[in-house]
Nanobody
Framework: QFVESGGGLVQPGGSLRLSCAASGFIFRINDMGWYRQAPGNQREWVAVIRYNGWITYADSVKDRSTISRDTGKKTVYLQMNSLKSEDTAVYYC?????????WGQGIQVTVSS
């Protein structure tokens, strides 16, 4: 299982840091990343950090977000700044291991004044 934290209600222009930690069931993690899903929308890929450290962001969050990982702690982070109302969504972390993708349960982020 995963333990996700850092979500909640934040004002427009604010910041937050999401964390996602995997329990001991997952080993040899390759890619780690985040998706999000807003109400009525399909799940949207947000960012990925690969096993070699390469990072890619969706255009919608690029220049406002930083993804990082602590492989030893089996944890992936997503720092988001200058938040907008359109960033409101449930955020899902994922980790790839042995050709299988493991998903977090999702954490709500609401951007509103």
């Amino acid at each position: 299982q995963f333990v996700e934290s850092g979500g909640g209600l934040v004002q427009p222009g604010g910041s937050l840091r999401l964390s996602c930690a995997a329990s001991g069931f997952i080993f040899r993690i390759n890619d780690m990343g985040w998706y999000r899903q807003a109400p009525g929308n399909q799940r949207e890929w947000v960012a990925v950090i690969r096993y070699n450290g390469w990072i890619t962001y969706a255009d919608s969050v690029k220049d406002r977000s930083t993804i990082s990982r602590d492989t030893g702690k089996k944890t992936v982070y997503l720092q988001m700044n200058s938040l907008k109302s359109e960033d409101t969504a449930v955020y899902y972390c994922y980790m790839d291991s042995n050709s299988r993708r493991y998903w977090g349960q999702g954490i709500q982020v609401t951007v509103s004044s």
